[in-house]
């Protein structure tokens, strides 16, 4: 029994020092296409990759536990496009909600809420009813999850958790330099 307990606490050990000694994703690194998807806003809207060629998106994906988690991110950056107009004319932030646990009784609940979310903030909220997103992105399903992609469809930020004063600087250098041209090619 002694013998037992002593190997599951090595496994514990273990565990803790694996799980936690890396971030889950790194904030920046080479860029990488951007997976396609599509998103659904309760009104019926779809959103693809495809629809955001040409423009620099920041994509925040939340549940519905996470929204609030970067919130100060989402208006800093609404802030920081209109201080460096018109390089980042072309920059979008978008919201989407990770709905795959609505189920069919719930659904119509989920659409209700994110009409209601919608016409608060004034935003269009996407839904990905299916959370292929989230596992084609590997996005966290406990945290905010913050994406850059820029004009080509690459990734080129992808952060999980919330953002710190070291991430948010790196997003919005990233952002000013895709927004002035100045990217190098992937």
């Given at each position: 029994m002694?013998k037992?307990?002593?190997?599951?606490?090595?496994?514990?050990?273990?565990?803790g020092?694996?799980?936690f000694?890396?971030?889950p994703f790194?904030?920046s690194?080479?860029?990488?296409?951007?997976?396609p998807?599509l998103?659904?806003?309760a009104?019926g809207?779809?959103?693809?990759l495809?629809?955001?060629?040409?423009?620099?998106?920041?994509?925040f994906y939340d549940t519905?536990?996470?929204?609030?988690e970067?919130?100060?991110?989402?208006?800093?950056?609404?802030t920081?496009?209109?201080?460096?107009?018109?390089?980042?004319s072309?920059?979008?932030v978008?919201q989407?909600i990770?709905?795959?646990s609505?189920s069919f009784?719930t659904?119509?609940?989920?659409?209700r809420k994110?009409?209601?979310y919608?016409?608060?903030y004034?935003?269009t909220?996407y839904?990905?009813?299916?959370?292929?997103?989230?596992?084609?992105?590997n996005l966290s399903?406990?945290k905010?999850?913050?994406?850059?992609?820029?004009p080509?469809?690459?990734?080129?930020?992808?952060?999980?958790?919330?953002a710190?004063?070291s991430e948010r600087k790196?997003?919005?250098?990233?952002?000013?330099?895709?927004g002035s041209g100045?990217t190098?090619e992937?």
């Open positions: 002694q037992m307990r002593r190997v599951m606490q090595l496994w514990a050990v273990v565990f020092l694996f799980f000694s890396f971030p790194p904030a690194g080479a860029p990488k296409e951007a997976p998807f998103v659904v806003s009104y809207e779809t959103l693809t495809e629809d955001l060629r040409g423009k620099t998106v920041v994509l519905r536990y996470t929204t609030e970067n919130n100060d991110l989402k208006y800093d950056i609404d920081f496009r209109k201080d460096h107009l018109p390089v980042l072309n920059l979008e978008i989407i990770d709905a795959s609505a009784l659904r119509t609940i989920w659409k994110l009409r209601e919608s016409k608060k004034n935003i909220l839904a990905d009813w299916t959370g292929e997103m989230r596992k084609d992105y399903s406990r905010s999850n913050i994406i850059l992609i820029d080509k469809g690459m990734i080129r930020f992808l952060f999980s958790g919330e710190g004063e790196e997003l919005f250098e990233l952002i000013l330099t895709i100045d190098l992937p």
